[in-house]
């Protein structure tokens, strides 16, 4: 029964310490509605002289697809983000990574819980009024259909597990190198570009965006963001969810390994 | 002359210090090229889906990341000073450092400089040539001479801004938020703002973000048509510097060495 209550009532202390931190979300909120503004901006100029980008998208859509791209966009440098990896990182250099593996919780779950709660902050605090300021204005339409609205919330919580994954994976890597901070960068463009936040996967070029499939980024922003304008319905919407869920399955699976090998080679001494 | 000696004396401790985790060291470095070489990478992507922006071709455009990019660099690795004094601030370690036998500024830039803003400066200095040879500029004396002021009104406007973000220490826990937040931020404003709606333009003007990426570039690249933004592109670097010392002087002055509650374990 307790291993059932430990996650949740990790996952709410986080909430509750992410609240009372609420700077950092209006900051993020502030930098989210600017940067959307800027991408919107820029977009509906590179379509202007696109036939590409004409065939794809009518004008409304492609904004909407880019307001809808950051809103569900786990990759901006927000409070969330950071504390996720650093926390991970300044355990291990300061030895506090002993009390994390003696506490009545496993260190997956107990990751997963933390950044459950932060995220849930996340979307309430950034994610649902960005979405609210650029709905009002008129910039952004309502999703597709209801069952478009319904299958786009579950591919949102799947994109949240692949990213949960995807940072595990980094967090573990904090165990063998103490520079991670560059690979965190990495991680951001990566997941910025890859993810099709910032270029719709249908506007790459051919052999990138084969190459992006590849990567899990895709599953994080891209499928949420083409179910919610109707450009994945019917099968192919279930289809990519499908991905969603093979991909953050197959993160747990392939975190929980990574640190299993790697904590094994951790000396808990700090410094 | 003495702090000549400290200086150099602690940024051969340093990177002895960062020699001893060559590794990490490389990964940090890869890490931070990669982002930035991704960054760019992502501008020549969007010229595969369009022929131009606005009235800009891709090497213009490449040409005002590389600047901003370059000025960023420079200013990392002479004066990475604001963006470690928010750790003086939290931690209250402020007190040893002021009573070193050298200014702050210089003993900070010695122990928080980094191999990583050497090899960005090489690169975006290699990228900023290739763009402005492709440009067509870079045969002329005058639009180089105008470069190099945009580059000095760039990285002063980039220094003055993170003086102040930063300062915010004192008096806020989490200045930090702000940092990274508009570091995330800057990146994606470093396009040619005339093609934006009229009070987008207004805020990146404002805030003053156009004057460290697109009118220094502009100005170099087209001086007839954007003479006035470019020239006033050193006063507001002029200001900016002004108001970071002025916020340096009050922090140090709202200093109370006693660090945050988190550096006492109650967070």
Redesign the interface.
């Known amino acids: 029964m307790q291993a059932a209550t430990l996650p949740i009532a990790v996952a709410w202390s986080y909430v509750k310490v992410s609240l009372a931190?609420r700077?950092?979300f209006f900051?993020?909120l502030?930098?989210t509605l600017?940067?959307t503004?800027?991408?919107v901006?820029?977009w509906a100029?590179?379509?202007q002289?696109?036939v590409?980008?004409q065939a794809e998208f009518t004008a409304a859509e492609l904004a909407t697809y880019i307001v809808i791209a950051q809103v569900v966009s786990l990759a901006?440098?927000?409070?969330a983000n950071?504390q996720f990896f650093y926390q991970a990182l300044r355990h291990v250099h300061t030895g506090e990574i002993a009390m994390d593996l003696v506490r009545p919780i496993d260190n997956q779950v107990l990751r997963y819980s933390q950044w459950l709660g932060v995220f849930a902050v996340d979307a309430l605090m950034v994610a649902v009024p960005t979405w609210l300021v650029f709905r009002l204005t008129g910039i952004v339409g309502n999703p597709h259909s209801g069952v478009q609205a319904g299958l786009f919330a579950v591919s949102v919580a799947l994109g949240w597990l692949v990213a949960a994954g995807f940072h595990y994976l980094l967090a573990a890597l904090t165990l063998v190198?103490?520079?991670?901070?560059?690979?965190?960068?990495?991680r951001?463009?990566?997941q910025?570009?890859l993810g099709g936040g910032?270029?719709p996967l249908a506007?790459?070029?051919g052999w990138?965006a084969t190459a992006a499939v590849v990567f899990p980024f895709h599953a994080m922003v891209s499928s949420p963001t083409l179910i919610y304008i109707g450009h994945l319905q019917g099968l192919d919407a279930l289809a990519a969810l499908g991905i969603q869920a093979a991909w953050g399955l197959g993160l747990i699976v392939g975190g929980r390994l990574l640190w299993m090998q790697l904590v094994r080679r951790v000396l808990v001494q700090g410094g | 002359m003495r702090w000549a000696w400290i200086y150099v004396e602690g940024l051969r401790l340093t990177l002895k210090r960062l020699a001893q985790?060559r590794?990490?060291?490389l990964?940090?470095?890869?890490?931070?090229l990669?982002?930035r070489v991704?960054?760019l990478?992502?501008v020549a992507?969007?010229f595969?889906?369009?022929?131009?922006?606005?009235q800009w071709g891709p090497w213009e455009i490449t040409l005002m990341w590389a600047t901003a990019m370059l000025a960023e660099s420079v200013g990392n690795l002479l004066f990475v000073f604001p963006t470690v004094i928010d750790r003086y601030f939290h931690e209250g370690d402020l007190d040893y450092v002021r009573v070193r036998p050298a200014p702050i500024v210089l003993w900070a830039n010695t122990v928080a400089t980094q191999p990583?803003y050497v090899s960005l400066v090489v690169v975006m200095l290699s990228v900023a040539i290739v763009s402005a040879a492709n440009t067509g500029i870079l045969g002329s004396a005058g639009q180089m001479g105008l470069l190099a002021v945009a580059l000095l009104s760039t990285g002063l406007v980039f220094i003055g801004m993170r003086l102040m973000l930063f300062c915010l220490a004192a008096w806020?826990t989490?200045s930090r938020?702000?940092s990274?937040?508009?570091?995330?931020?800057t990146d994606?404003?470093r396009?040619p703002i005339d093609?934006?709606?009229q009070p987008?333009r207004g805020?990146?003007t404002a805030i003053p973000l156009a004057f460290t990426v697109f009118y220094p570039a502009a100005f170099a690249l087209r001086p007839d048509e954007y003479l006035m933004p470019g020239i006033l592109g050193l006063p507001v670097a002029a200001i900016m510097m002004a108001g970071g010392l002025v916020m340096l002087r009050f922090a140090f002055r709202k200093y109370q060495s006693v660090g945050t509650p988190e550096m006492w374990g109650a967070s």
């Open positions: 931190r700077i950092g900051m993020s502030a930098i600017l940067t503004w800027i991408l901006g820029l100029a590179i379509r002289n696109s590409e980008a901006r440098m927000s409070h950071r190198i103490t520079q991670t901070p560059g690979v965190n960068l990495m951001v463009a990566l910025e570009v910032f270029i506007l790459m070029p990138l | 985790y590794v990490d060291a990964a940090m470095i890869l890490g931070d990669g982002y991704i960054r990478l992502v992507l969007l595969t889906v369009t022929p131009q922006l606005g990583r806020f989490r938020v702000l990274h937040g508009i570091a995330a931020f994606h404003s396009y093609v934006m709606d987008l805020v990146l």
